[in-house]
Nanobody
């Protein structure tokens, strides 16, 4: 599975950005799709998750501001980020679970990351 993320950039505090990630996943069933982020000198953290059953989960710090959605046919996941704060500045990574057809083991895949910078 290959993941291509796009949509990062620079925005002023209070603004919005949308990130997208497309999975090239021939031969795989895509499971949960997630966005992580890693700020300078901090550990990578889970921002939002969308399962293939339709449920979503968010980090406490982004609840009510960020919204994750997925398109199961296109195998894409989107993160809409509103009311951005300087502390949201980080490299954002797309992450998905994939199971090869005919197999049962779940593999995990990462995208290359896209930088989001929020200025005060």
């Amino acid at each position: 599975v290959q993941l291509q993320a796009s949509g990062g950039g620079m925005v002023q505090a209070g603004g919005s950005l949308s990130l997208s990630c497309a999975a090239s996943a021939s031969g795989f069933i895509i499971g949960a799709m997630r966005w992580y982020r890693q700020a300078p000198e901090k550990q990578r953290e889970l921002v939002a998750e969308a399962t293939n059953s339709g449920s979503t989960n968010y980090a406490d710090s982004v609840v009510g501001r960020f919204f994750i959605s997925r398109d199961n046919i296109k195998k894409t996941v989107r993160l809409l980020m509103n009311s951005l704060k300087p502390e949201d500045t980080a490299v954002y990574y797309c992450n998905v679970d994939g199971t090869r057809y005919g197999r049962t083991n779940i593999q995990n895949f990462w995208g290359q990351g896209t930088l989001v910078t929020v200025s005060s």
